[in-house]
């Protein structure tokens, strides 16, 4: 067998159905077939629960742990496996690394029917499936307005004119060569959980909360370029960002912001951004909804006025009841959600959970995060994983001891500044059911009796 | 050579001392850019980065246009005018009367004349208005001139002239009854028509999230215990959307403690036990790349969807059209390949030139099959 027939052989090895699960050794294929086409109603359950109590001796042996099938112990364990027992894959055989074949599940989605065209639409980020606070690159939300380009790095341009002494051209050459950060921060879009301020409409994080990405951006504090193209700060109150797609995508922002932490990244985790998230250079613009971010980024104006481009003057504002809209709606207030376990899940035992999810906040750093248990009448405080950065995801986790009653669970956050994120009703009171923008409620997920976890609101 | 540069760079360096100063105050709060923002020395090497723009330059990338109208290039153009362009390029998308919500929001409907003397759009102010259009949001006129000219058509963006964009204008806001029929839109009384616009009063900048300093407008307490006696639930996804989503067990981990609930089937009668966990709640294998996932690799969906007609004719109708047609397999495989234009209407198919042969030849037997 020559290496690469070897290695095909052990592809088709390495596959789910060959590694022996335990209820495959005391039910029957029929059975399972069965269970997978049907799920298990209570004749199959009341089947599957004898052939336990046949293998274990009681049920109570069980635990939490693995059922054992064969009194030695486990075949994962006592029968040598393929990887064990064969030569591995080459160095450099994937020269650009991909995730295990079990991660397939975990990709970016659209959401059926949000929108008619995909070049100008959504597509998810996976929060059920991520830990820590990095976003993978691959994994990074997308909304495009005219679709994505792989932009020649040789032919983008970044020019910064309006009110400045000089009106400038940089390559990536000279950007590049410029003084450079990097720093973690969130991006959110503003119609993320947009779909839930009148009812519950998706099933899962994903579609809830994922359009929210968090990654370490490298690239030059926008102040920088603005000092060496002597910017007007007198009468420059604000800036104009534009990116170079068909879209032309341009935000205003006031030239406090710009000044402050904005910068012109060219890199996301270590390596050059990637094209659908703005290749070779997008603005990052911390605690800032994500259309603020421009991708492709080619023109920076200094103005002494707002814009009123298309989207701060007919999308992304807001509705309020009285008919008025909320224009240059910005800053994306403190917000959290648990990712695990969250809608769509499944549950399959009473005992113990770590329950986890992300806190954020466009107005600095996450002080607490409260969760309950019981819809928000009693709360505990959970543990904050560090790093806890400004204007960044921060990760918290909370002990969890299910009785197997139904539960309704919660997540609360507080900033540094004090806000703690409000209640949909607390919302709703203020700003109506239709703003589609600045939904940060706090989310309910509910785990019935049967162990599935879906999406509701309280109250 | 060097001294020389730093005479010239002198009354920079004033603004620049401006805007370190507001940097600085601005590390207080955020202790990732205290640390790394760079040290500041004086003067600083690399203030000579990047070169002067040409004005031809800013000319051609400068093509913003404001509220105050700076920006606004002269020229002019007819209602009669924008709806010829209007049917021609415009209306696949978005409608005859601007009112489809086939592809993207409307674009008219929902404004009265009422509003047009109010500046505030009446059906703003109640639920019953199914849906918001552009014409009812939009209060300032220069966004729309921006918008069309910037990025219209959506499949040729930057294509229009000066005077198209102004006809189309003037079209759609005629579509609004905010202009007559013979009314020819142009820098000259373009200003005149703001003060027209049904929403030009309808937005507000008075509000907490627009800088990092705002007042939030909605408050909650950091309540912990008997907070609220009474949870009732107010929503839930209906029964119905269970499986909208797809299968949400193939969007987990078919291991660990988090699987997904296999929405294909109703939910389980009761908790499964641990024990379960072993069977696999969906299928490992990878799925088979079919023409659908080919149709939407290649790009096709952008404008070609299964019953609705978008840029391009629907799938449904491509079969219908050449049903029983002898020779269609091979006269639509060389259409897509070559591109063209006339069949469905004037906007172009572009030639499809990477796209392998057997590919193609699968792609057009799946429209011919209707999409099957």
Not at chain 1, 32 to 49: M, P, S
Not at chain 1, 341 to 356: A, I, M, R
Not at chain 2, 305 to 326: E, F, M, Q, W
Request: with cysteine; hydrophobic share 40%; charged share 20%.
């Amino acid at each position: 067998m020559n290496m690469s027939e070897r290695s095909k052989t052990m592809q088709s090895l390495n596959t789910p159905n060959l590694i022996r699960k335990a209820p495959e050794n005391f039910l029957s294929q029929e059975a399972i077939a069965q269970i997978n086409q049907h799920g298990a109603d209570e004749t199959r359950r009341g089947f599957l629960r004898k052939s336990f109590m046949a293998a274990l001796g009681g049920v109570g042996a069980a635990g939490s742990g693995l059922a054992l099938a064969n009194p030695q112990g486990d075949p994962a364990i006592l029968e040598k496996q393929i990887w064990q027992t064969t030569l591995g894959k080459n160095v450099a055989t994937e020269p650009y690394g991909t995730p295990s074949i079990y991660e397939k599940n975990l990709v970016r989605r659209e959401s059926p029917g949000l929108t008619r065209v995909s070049a100008a639409s959504v597509a998810f980020t996976p929060l059920q499936g991520l830990f820590g606070i990095i976003t993978p690159n691959g994994l990074h939300f997308e909304r495009h307005h005219q679709g994505w380009y792989n932009i020649d790095p040789n032919k983008h341009r970044l020019m910064i004119n309006g009110l400045v002494k000089n009106e400038k051209v940089f390559t990536m050459n000279d950007l590049m060569r410029l003084p450079s950060v990097s720093r973690i921060h969130f991006i959110e879009c503003g119609a993320n959980t947009g779909l839930e301020w009148g009812n519950v409409a998706v099933p899962t994080v994903q579609y809830t909360h994922g359009m929210l990405s968090c990654c370490e951006f490298t690239g030059v504090p926008l102040s920088t370029l603005l000092d060496i193209c002597g910017a007007d700060l007198k009468k420059g109150k604000f800036i104009l960002a534009e990116g170079g797609d068909g879209s032309g995508m341009t935000r205003t922002m006031s030239m406090e912001m710009a000044l402050d932490d904005v910068m012109v990244a060219w890199a996301m985790n270590g390596e050059m951004l990637r094209p659908e998230n703005g290749f070779p250079i997008r603005l990052v613009v911390p605690g800032v909804q994500g259309v603020s971010w421009v991708k492709w980024l080619r023109r920076i104006e200094v103005g002494d006025m707002p814009y009123a481009t298309k989207d701060e003057a007919i999308h992304y504002i807001d509705l309020m009841p009285d008919g008025l809209h909320r224009q240059y709606t910005s800053i994306q207030e403190c917000k959290s959600v648990i990712t695990t376990p969250s809608g769509g899940q499944q549950l399959f035992d009473k005992g113990y959970y770590n329950v986890s999810g992300l806190a954020w906040s466009g107005r600095g750093k996450i002080k607490r995060v409260d969760v309950s248990f019981d819809g928000g009448n009693n709360w505990r405080t959970a543990r904050l994983e560090t790093p806890i950065l400004t204007k960044a995801l921060t990760r918290f986790n909370i002990d969890w001891v299910w009785d197997g009653s139904p539960t309704i669970m919660q997540s609360r956050a507080i900033d540094d500044t004090g806000y703690v994120q409000p209640t949909i009703r607390q919302l709703r009171a203020v700003r109506g059911t239709r703003s589609i923008y600045h939904n940060n409620a706090i989310q309910s997920w509910k785990v019935d009796t049967n162990g599935e976890v879906s999406n509701v609101q309280v109250g | 050579m060097f001294k020389s540069a730093n005479v010239l760079i002198k009354p920079i360096l004033a603004s620049a001392v401006v805007a370190t100063t507001i940097f600085l105050s601005g590390t207080e709060v955020n202790a990732q850019s205290a640390q790394a923002t760079p040290a500041v020395s004086k003067p600083k090497p690399y203030m000579n980065m990047g070169r002067n723009a040409t004005p031809a330059e800013v000319a051609a990338w400068d093509i913003d246009v404001r509220p105050d109208f700076k920006g606004l290039p002269a020229g002019s153009g007819s209602v009669a005018k924008g709806q010829e362009l209007w049917e021609k390029q415009c209306a696949s998308c978005h409608g005859t009367f601007g009112e489809s919500n086939e592809v993207f929001t409307p674009i008219a409907g929902g404004t009265t004349k009422d509003d047009i003397k109010t500046g505030r759009v009446a059906s703003l102010m109640s639920d019953k208005q199914p849906q918001r259009t552009t014409i009812m949001k939009v209060a300032t006129i220069s966004t729309l001139w921006d918008y069309v000219h910037r990025a219209m058509p959506w499949n040729a963006p930057r294509t229009l002239t000066v005077d198209e964009t102004y006809s189309l204008v003037a079209f759609m806001l005629n579509l609004s009854e905010v202009v007559p029929d013979d009314f020819v839109l142009s820098n000259k009384n373009i200003a005149q028509v703001q003060g027209m616009m049904p929403n030009r009063n309808g937005m507000t900048q008075k509000h907490g999230l627009w800088t990092v300093k705002g007042t939030p407008d909605v408050k909650n307490t950091a309540c912990m215990a008997n907070c609220a006696q009474h949870v009732a639930i107010g929503s839930v996804l209906p029964d119905y959307a269970r499986n909208a989503h797809n299968n949400l067990a193939e969007q987990n981990r078919e291991y660990g403690p988090y699987r997904g609930v296999d929405t294909t089937k109703p939910p389980v009668a009761a908790l499964p036990s641990s024990g379960m966990m072993m069977v696999s709640t969906a299928s490992a294998a990878p799925k088979a790349v079919g023409p659908a996932d080919l149709f939407k690799k290649e790009n096709c969906s952008a404008c070609h969807a299964p019953a609705a007609k978008l840029v391009g004719p629907s799938i449904a109708d491509v079969a219908n059209k050449y049903k029983g047609v002898a020779n269609a397999q091979a006269m639509l495989e060389k259409k897509v390949k070559a591109g063209g234009a006339g069949v469905w209407g004037a906007i172009p198919m572009p030639a499809q030139t990477q796209l392998s042969d057997a590919d193609n030849k699968i792609l057009v037997q799946w429209m011919l099959n209707g999409g099957k």
